[in-house]
């Protein structure tokens, strides 16, 4: 019986932290002061998807957008793209950025979850969770910040391939 309440409550006190660690971070993201002050403005450009399994049917992917990146480098954004079968779409996410991957200061990484809208009609099984067009959304990155305003960024886009993204950081 000791040993089961001693698991008991080390599974509490991890509920517990991971319970204080999220309210956490979400008093970070909805505080206004985090994002003024240091944080900036990013315009992003999309001009090249590459996609794993090409198909007759995939177009050309462009992708345009904003991103609020707060001073202790969370993200909020939303990117306006046409999908792999033409259709206009549209991503709105949150996110986080790290930066110093493999103790290189200007490798980073990046996630962001949020709701994709523009997945229908015969494509709209392409996403998983799909309803009216709208789903959810998650993308993890790899970057380069080539000085304080450029950077590149490949963005992994789940089995479907991958993206090549631009980005102006107004600082």
Do not use: C
């Amino acid at each position: 019986l000791g040993l089961l309440s001693l698991g008991a409550t080390s599974a509490h006190a991890a509920d517990d932290s991971l319970a204080v660690q999220a309210q956490a971070a979400w008093q970070r993201i909805t505080d206004i002061q985090a994002w003024q002050g240091d944080a900036h403005w990013r315009t992003i450009a999309s001009p090249y998807t590459r996609h794993w399994r090409p198909s007759d049917e995939h177009r050309h992917v462009y992708a345009l957008g904003m991103e609020r990146q707060s001073a202790d480098h969370w993200l909020l954004g939303a990117s306006y793209f046409r999908n792999s079968f033409g259709q206009p779409s549209a991503y709105t996410y949150l996110g986080r950025r790290s930066d110093g991957v493999l103790a290189e200061p200007r490798l980073f990484f990046q996630w962001s979850l949020g709701v994709l809208y523009g997945y229908k009609g015969k494509y709209k099984s392409k996403v998983p969770l799909n309803l009216n067009g709208f789903a959810p959304g998650g993308v993890v990155s790899l970057g380069w910040q080539f000085d304080a305003q450029r950077s590149i960024v490949l963005h992994a886009l789940g089995d479907a391939g991958v993206m090549l993204q631009l980005g102006y950081d107004w600082r």
